[in-house]
């Protein structure tokens, strides 16, 4: 054989392996990170920005999963630290996924048309040449797919060896699973098993990261109690079954229209509490009319068929102001004053609206 063409394959050779340690190495990275992943919405961030950073010629990577219930979406939406998610989480119908499939376990590496593209990367604008995606299975059922694209048609063509990314995909379901799992405790402990919200131990949590935010920003910040009016008289008339029907129905009303970044909890027995940032003082006291007349519209009936009528007061304060100018911590600058607040609406002959000074 010519030395010279020798010499030439034995140094394509060493740079295909060179090349292979590469990618091997990578795909070993990311699951070592995706292993390591804190919680959901951390996992998906590290998973498809990973993908993007190690291999240069993919221009963007998404993960869409089964989500029938919008459990992982509100999972998702629960957890504090931006939502770069909302660009590289895609919910998947069980139709959508299974005719991308189509009965195979092993990763689709083909032409990306723009029904693909609109169905597995819809935040991505350019149009996309190829894509790869994985089936991810768990305990034999599918439940999503992991999925890269380039713009380049040939970047992802059938027969490639894929033997590492169907491992990956095999630890990323593992790994997602798990951690819905955790998200799913952390999150029991953190609401109220009765209705649903989110519990004090949770607002506590969160009006401290709320006042960072606003102390940083300077914007404006509201906090309403919510008081139901009379509560121990539907208890000690009705019984306790009504009492908690007051309160499950109550919270529905509460919670129904409130943004992404609002909080709602149960503070006490018959209390509740929100906080509204960039809200001011004037907007809130208008969302907190709603929704005492919104409550003053529930029907709730004895065993007589006899209307029992709910009402709630409400107390409000907010933050607009230079925090340090308070005479005390500012979270419970704000609680005290939305308490005397809704303390002033009881004295006014409640099922009202009153806003701190």
């Not at 054989?1 to 990618?23: C, T, V």
């Not at 699951?31 to 998973?47: K, W």
């Not at 027969?159 to 798990?178: P, S």
Request: proline fraction near 3%.
């Amino acid at each position: 054989m010519d030395p010279g063409r020798s010499h030439a394959k034995l140094a394509f050779l060493e740079d295909q392996i060179r090349s292979n340690e590469r990618i091997w190495s990578g795909f070993r990275s990311i699951e070592i990170a995706i292993i390591g992943s804190g919680s959901l919405g951390e996992l998906i961030d590290v998973l498809v920005s990973r993908l993007r950073a190690t291999f240069p010629n993919v221009d963007c990577a998404t993960l869409a999963c089964l989500d029938p219930e919008y459990e992982m979406t509100r999972l998702l939406e629960s957890v504090e630290g931006g939502e770069s998610w909302r660009d590289t989480f895609v919910r998947i119908s069980e139709e959508s996924l299974n005719e991308i499939v189509a009965g195979r376990r092993r990763p689709i590496l083909d032409r990306c048309d723009g029904e693909i593209q609109a169905l597995l990367f819809p935040h991505f604008k350019s149009q996309l040449g190829s894509y790869a995606a994985a089936p991810l299975v768990f305990q034999d059922r599918l439940i999503g797919v992991l999925n890269q694209a380039s713009r380049n048609p040939l970047h992802f063509t059938a027969g490639r060896a894929t033997d590492l990314l169907e491992h990956l995909a095999a630890v990323a379901a593992v790994c997602i699973d798990n951690s819905i799992s955790h998200e799913r405790l952390k999150h029991a402990g953190l609401t109220d098993p009765l209705t649903g919200i989110f519990n004090r131990r949770f607002f506590e949590q969160r009006i401290n990261e709320e006042i960072e935010r606003w102390r940083r920003r300077g914007n404006t910040l509201a906090c309403m109690l919510v008081d139901i009016d009379k509560f121990k008289h539907i208890n000690d008339n009705y019984g306790h079954q009504t009492g908690d029907q007051v309160l499950q129905k109550v919270a529905q009303v509460l919670g129904r229209d409130l943004r992404t970044c609002d909080v709602l909890a149960r503070y006490g027995g018959e209390e509740f509490i929100l906080l509204l940032p960039d809200t001011p003082l004037h907007n809130a006291g208008e969302i907190a009319e709603r929704l005492r007349v919104k409550v003053g519209e529930l029907a709730f009936f004895n065993n007589h068929d006899e209307r029992i009528k709910v009402t709630i007061s409400v107390g409000l304060a907010g933050l607009s102001a230079d925090p340090d100018s308070k005479d005390e911590p500012v979270d419970q600058w704000l609680i005290r004053n939305a308490d005397l607040a809704l303390y002033r609406a009881k004295q006014n002959g409640r099922n009202r609206v009153e806003i701190a000074g």
